[in-house]
């Protein structure tokens, strides 16, 4: 297992692997296929845990959806001993921020001419604080992505208040008590699994 010391190395990892992942879904699905969320664990310097939440869910209330995320990150906090979090979501981003400061991105993105992009946005949170990276993108034919600059924003959250309840609540849970690990891990972590596959997310491990 390789190894990520810096928050960017593991930045690096999760929007390469994202990237591709968007670029085969349009290939195979055609435009409009949007990734759902992807959240990363890690464990010190590596990926301890991946999960991703069943496609079918991001069509649920999202206060809902979002009591899920909480409980799988509580699942994944105290279960696998993780002390930074990534989480990949689709989104909006606007590249003249004073200019739709007032609007609904994903209704300003109609609007002729837009600043409004499409984007995977992620989002990492470690040692009390928050980074943000967003990929903007355009579809193209055939069924193919053109990717933009990717924008940055270290230390704090520059997203609207309602952006922050997710990094809020995943710097609320590293605060937790992390449970003692059991003589018979494999068993453990399967339990664990099943727990997070209750919740609506599909797990893989690598501790």
């Not at 190395?9 to 999760?14: F, N, T, W, Y």
């Not at 979002?66 to 906090?77: E, G, Y």
């Not at 991105?105 to 837009?114: C, G, Q, R």
Request: hydrophobic share 40%; aromatic share 12%.
């Amino acid at each position: 297992m390789d190894i990520y010391p810096t928050t960017l190395d593991k930045l690096a990892l999760v929007v390469t692997a994202s990237t591709m992942a968007k670029e085969q879904s349009v290939k195979e699905y055609g435009v409009g296929e949007d990734l759902p969320f992807n959240v990363y664990g890690w464990r010190d310097d590596r990926l301890a845990i991946m999960c991703q939440i069943d496609s079918g869910l991001m069509n649920i209330d999202p206060m809902e959806r979002f009591a899920k995320l909480a409980n799988a990150a509580c699942i994944i906090r105290k279960g696998f001993h993780v002390d930074n979090f990534t989480l990949l979501a689709e989104g909006f981003v606007s590249t003249d921020p004073e200019r739709t400061k007032d609007k609904k991105l994903a209704e300003a993105y109609l609007d002729k001419d837009s600043p409004v992009k499409e984007c995977l946005t992620f989002t990492h949170v470690g040692n009390g604080r928050v980074t943000f990276i967003t990929k903007p993108y355009i579809y193209c034919v055939p069924r193919t992505v053109k990717w933009g600059e990717e924008m940055h924003y270290p230390g704090g959250t520059m997203f609207r208040s309602k952006d922050g309840a997710i990094p809020l609540m995943f710097d609320k849970v590293l605060s937790l008590e992390t449970e003692e690990e059991p003589e018979y891990l494999d068993e453990y972590h399967k339990a664990l699994g099943e727990g997070l596959l209750k919740e609506g997310f599909y797990a893989q491990w690598f501790v």
